[in-house]
T-cell receptor, first 114, second 114 residues
Framework: AQSVSQHNHHVILSEAASLELGCNYS??????LFWYVQYPGQHLQLLLK??????LVKGIKGFEAEFIKSKFSFNLRKPSVQWSDTAEYFC????????????FGQGTELSVKP | SQTIHQWPATLVQPVGSPLSLECTVE??????LYWYRQAAGRGLQLLFY??????ISSEVPQNLSASRPQDRQFILSSKKLLLSDSGFYLC?????????????FGPGTRLLVL
């Protein structure tokens, strides 16, 4: 069965620390990969996405993610976090033949201390 | 530009009462539409998706149903709510050319069943 796993449930960092959130997926075919962010009290927003091409994708607000096909991973990174990055982050996957249906990880809550 | 609306924003309902949550999309035609539920501490779970008027696919067995009476309207319903129906319900639409679908989410409805 298809699944997405985010290993970190809650991450606490100080401002200026580097961030890496893990995401691994299980799917047998070609996948599209996404990271979404939900800031407190706000909509779920698209942070970045990967369809094909360069496996290192850059998103909004200085975030990037790297698709490593051999590891079935799509980890999210940011070199220096800010207090405003405090949010919940979701990794999601859909298969090319899935009509756009997303499978989500359970989410990682990031708390950044000022 | 496209926008997606959901209402109500918050709803408190007694067990056994009916439910109707509405989602509408503006600025696009014939979108794929989705209903997700987000339970506390868990990721988003796809409940229903629709590729067109009157076309509904259910992803998980449950107490809920969905309908799409118009191209850009998606309704989530229940005849009798259960305590376990409490949660945060998100509607989404997908844009882009297949298979490169990207989903965009509405503000959500927080449902509390007492």
């Amino acid at each position: 069965a298809q699944s997405v796993s985010q290993h970190n449930h809650h991450v606490i960092l100080s401002e200026a620390a580097s961030l890496e959130l893990g995401c691994n997926y299980s799917y047998g075919g070609t996948v599209n990969l996404f990271w979404y962010v939900q800031y407190p009290g706000q909509h779920l927003q698209l942070l970045l996405k990967y369809f094909s091409g360069d496996p290192l994708v850059k998103g909004i607000k200085g975030f990037e993610a790297e698709f490593i096909k051999s590891k079935f991973s799509f980890n999210l990174r940011k070199p220096s976090v800010q207090w405003s990055d405090t949010a919940e982050y979701f990794c999601a996957v859909n298969g090319n033949n899935q009509g756009g249906k997303l499978i989500f990880g359970q989410g990682t809550e990031l708390s950044v201390k000022p | 530009s496209q926008t997606i609306h959901q209402w109500p924003a918050t709803l408190v309902q007694p067990v056994g009462s009916p439910l109707s949550l509405e989602c509408t999309v503006e600025g696009t035609s014939n979108p794929n539409l989705y209903w997700y539920r987000q339970a506390a501490g868990r990721g988003l779970q796809l409940l229903f998706y629709s590729v067109g008027i009157g076309q509904i696919s259910s992803e998980v067995p449950q107490n809920l149903s969905a309908s799409r009476p118009q191209d850009r309207q998606f309704i989530l319903s229940s005849k009798k709510l259960l305590l376990s129906d409490s949660g945060f319900y998100l509607c989404a639409w997908s844009g882009g050319q297949p298979p490169k679908w990207t989903q965009y989410f509405g503000p959500g409805t927080r449902l509390l069943v007492l």
